[in-house]
């Protein structure tokens, strides 16, 4: 069983940044693909990046360019670096992680998920 934990949600303004970060217990971290998810108020959850075991990363299009996932394996924490934040940004950012290690748009790809930590962006 893997567990995450998400963390470095907050309060930002319209323009600026965050960092989240998401700890992943266990030894097999390192082949994981992860990916960062995010659901807004009366909204379905979303994709929004994700990171192979290899480090290949994807993005959705509302985000690249803009933001930026990365992984440190030591560490076994995955991390989404948010630039130039948007209101429409806000949103709860969960953490998944899918055993076959790839850079999965799909949801139900991921067998492991965090409890989430907010994101709120003021205009």
């Known amino acids: 069983q893997v567990q995450l934990v998400e963390s470095g949600g907050g309060l930002v303004q319209a323009g600026g940044s965050l960092t989240l970060s998401c700890a992943a217990s266990g030894r097999m971290f390192g082949s994981y693909g992860m990916g960062w998810f995010r659901q807004a108020p009366g909204k379905e959850r979303e994709f929004v990046a994700a990171i192979s075991w290899s480090s290949t990363t994807y993005y959705a299009d509302s985000v690249k360019g803009r933001f930026t996932i990365s992984r440190d394996n030591a560490k076994n924490t995955v991390y989404l670096q948010m630039n130039s934040l948007k209101p429409e940004d806000m949103a709860v950012y969960y953490c998944?992680?899918?055993?076959?290690?790839?850079?999965?748009?799909?949801?139900?790809?991921?067998?492991?998920w965090g409890q989430g930590t907010q994101v709120t962006v003021s205009s």
């Open positions: 998944a992680a899918n055993r076959a290690g790839l850079t999965s748009l799909r949801q139900d790809n991921y067998a492991y």
